[in-house]
């Protein structure tokens, strides 16, 4: 049989993982009975009811009245499997880690960027990008470096990049932040590196 | 009962006209008149934005504000779509058909000026049920045991399903999501930590900030980003304002029926803005000469926008009385209020009379400014249409980003909300909208607890929620809200609906 709504199909697929995934994290803890319930009782029938719900929702991608194609939005399988074996080895390698901080935040970053890159269009990975790397910097390189970063890597994932009004547009913004952020509403930003 | 209103109003009155309470009254709907204008951010990624910054005030007056955010963008949003037939705000669609219409005829500024007085008298009107219907209501709430919560919550969750857009059964699988997302962290009754994946920062749970600001504020600018830029300002001098005594004589009866029709939508779960002005549109266009309608027809606009403002006000209802959302931006003013300290519910309005009626009185005071302050100020608002979008997303980027860091200081929160603006993209492409999720989200945690509690006075009957009489009746209607929206001839007409 021939899927006909990609749509259906991909969403019915990420419902049935998400249920399926909170039923089996969930069955580590205490069930309980109807009367006490324990943390699992709750989370389990919901994670069992999306995954139902799911799986009947990829069956609809088959017989839906609605068409669309299977290809919904550009996804990259290799981006994927080398951000999960990144992710997977910075997590179970934490402990050992612990004595080189900035290894592991240098690996949790790498496996964001490319678990980010696996998705969607470049304006997608530009603009989140620009996001992380603004949470990293924040505080090492303080608010002035951190919002010049944000603006100008965000500003790539536009359509058109125009130099003069993207380097007034950072000033302005920086100019903006120190003032009400820092000054005026006394958020606990450093400006500058180390201080 | 008409002692107690005055009373009542006296006292918020007190609060509302305090200078601090009205600058931060001003602020908020000048603030929401302008996100309202602007096409591309909306009441709730501003509110998202905001919220860290309301830490630092008193309860009300970060409540004043966040309200007026949201009543703000309702008035903005009409000054967009008949100036440059983009709605600004996602409510204000229906009024680009007629309005636009009217701008091409010259008639931009009777347009504007009658939005205005409609949304105007649908603020007070809406206002002053709030202020007779909410005691009442609150009064009946505080008789809830937990299974009446529950069913209650129930009752929610399926009417914000039920009014979603798209289908149906992606919309209750999207509620369940959330609703499992919100159960993330420790779990009050055992102390277990749940799916935190042994991540410390897990522990208090996901922040809804985190959330909310990854499905809407970075989900919507990726997404705008990926149309490309298409929007074409031309925007001629605006000549005379005033309505003509014909438009006004015109222009009444919808008014009135928008608001009729606002007031009631707004109250119902997942209603609010949005739906008031389509189900106002759709009325007036069967009502008395409809030749005119989509060539400028006056009703055209007037009915929307009073619609909107009315739901945008009313749906204050359900939070203010039984802290239940009624729509997402409800449940983000709910955010606001547990940040403060303040479990949301009906005791809400006994033990913080001041709270409660000075935030209904602030309502109307910001309506009675938004009245004033937009007309004159139409000349800036269509100025800053002129804003290209590639200026304003970096912007709006910083804003959220520093919205969300401040809330732990921890890069760890805004990489979570950049994985949730992933999730936000893909849901949007699958054809999922995220409403319900922010819900089920913010009612997770709640609905575990009273069905907890429910579950164990019962002594594990589930049949309890059927047989007590409130939440037998609670439970019953979401059945059949259920059963209809699946009945075939509904199914089709909701599925033309929102073709619209």
């Known amino acids: 049989m021939q899927i006909r709504n990609g749509r259906d199909f991909w969403a019915g697929l990420m419902f049935t993982g998400f249920g399926l995934g909170f039923m089996l994290v969930s069955l580590n803890y205490p ?27 990829v069956l609809r991608g088959y017989i839906s009245k609605f068409e669309h194609p299977l290809k919904v939005f550009a996804f990259r399988l290799p981006l994927l499997i080398a951000a999960l074996v990144v992710g997977g080895a910075t997590y179970f390698a934490s402990a050992s880690l612990k004595g080189a901080p900035m290894v592991g935040f240098a690996l949790t970053g790498l496996a964001l960027t490319l678990f980010i890159g696996a998705f969607g269009p470049r304006s997608m990975f530009l603009v989140l990008v620009a996001v992380m790397v603004f949470g990293y910097a924040l505080k090492p390189l303080g608010l002035v470096l951190a919002t010049v970063l944000l603006i100008v890597i965000s500003a790539f994932g536009g359509h058109d990049f125009r130099k003069k009004e993207v380097a007034i547009l950072t000033i302005a913004l920086v100019l903006f932040g120190v003032l009400v952020f820092v000054k005026a509403l006394g958020l606990p930003f450093n400006l500058w590196p180390g201080g | 009962m008409e002692f107690d209103l005055i009373h009542n109003l006296g006292i918020g009155f007190g609060v509302a006209l305090s200078w601090q309470n009205l600058m ?17 951010i909306g009441p709730l990624a501003t509110i998202a934005m905001l919220l860290p910054v309301t830490f630092t005030l008193p309860p009300i007056s970060a409540l004043i504000m966040l309200a007026g955010i949201y009543y703000g963008a309702q008035y903005g949003g009409s000054t967009t779509a008949i100036l440059v037939n983009i709605p600004g705000e996602s409510s204000s669609v229906i009024t680009c058909i007629d309005g636009y219409q009217m701008a091409r005829q010259g008639r931009a500024g009777p347009a504007l000026a009658i939005a205005a007085l409609g949304s105007f008298f649908a603020g007070s009107v809406a206002t002053l049920i709030i202020a007779l219907f909410a005691p009442p209501l609150a009064e009946v709430a505080l008789k809830f045991g937990p299974a009446e919560y529950f069913s209650l919550m129930v009752l929610g969750l399926v009417g914000a399903t039920v009014l979603a857009h798209g289908s149906l059964v992606k919309a209750i699988a999207m509620t369940l999501l959330g609703l499992l997302l919100g159960l993330i962290g420790t779990d009050v009754n055992s102390g277990v930590a749940r799916f935190t994946f042994g991540l410390a920062e897990l522990s208090d749970g996901v922040g809804f900030i985190i959330i909310a600001m990854g499905l809407f504020g970075f989900a919507e600018i990726i997404l705008n980003l990926e149309r ?6 031309f925007v001629k001098k605006i000549m005379n304002i005033m309505p003509t005594w014909k438009d006004i004589k015109d222009s009444s009866g919808a008014v009135v029926r928008g608001t009729a029709i606002g007031s009631v939508l707004g109250i119902l779960p997942g209603g609010g803005a949005l739906l008031s002005s389509f189900a106002a549109y759709t009325l007036e266009k069967k009502i008395g000469d409809t030749s005119n309608f989509g060539k400028g027809e006056i009703r055209g606009v007037a009915a929307p926008e009073s619609a909107n403002n009315a739901g945008a006000q009313t749906s204050f209802i359900p939070m203010l009385t039984l802290g239940i959302p009624s729509n997402v931006v409800m449940a983000l003013m709910i955010g606001a209020m547990m940040i403060q ?10 033990e913080k009379p001041d709270l409660f009626w000075g935030l209904i009185v602030s309502m109307w005071i910001g309506n009675l400014m938004l009245g004033i302050l937009n007309l004159p100020l139409i000349g800036i608002w269509v100025k800053l249409l002129t804003v290209p979008y590639r200026l304003l997303y970096p912007s709006i980027l910083l804003f959220c980003c520093v919205g969300v860091y401040s809330l732990s200081n921890q890069p760890f929160d805004v990489m979570l909300a950049a994985l949730f603006g992933i999730l936000g993209y893909v849901f949007i492409k699958l054809e999922c909208e995220p409403a319900p999720l922010i819900l089920g989200f913010i009612l997770g945690p709640l609905m575990e607890e009273n069905l907890r509690r429910a579950m164990l006075l019962s002594r594990g009957d589930a049949t309890v929620f059927f047989t007590k009489p409130i939440s037998g009746v609670l439970l019953g209607m979401a059945i059949v809200l259920l059963l209809v929206t699946l009945a075939p001839a509904v199914r089709k007409t909701r599925e033309v609906a929102f073709q619209e």
């Open chain 2, 228 to 233: 490309g830029e298409g929007r074409e300002v």
């Open chain 2, 24 to 40: 931060y009254c001003f602020f908020g709907v000048l603030l929401g008149t302008l996100i309202g204008v602007l096409p591309g």
């Open chain 2, 341 to 350: 300290g303040i479990a949301p519910g009906p005791q809400v309005m006994t």
């Open chain 1, 31 to 57: 069930m309980g009975s109807a009367a006490r319930m324990g943390p699992a009782y709750f989370p389990a029938v919901l994670g069992g009811l999306l995954a139902l719900l799911g799986g009947g929702i």
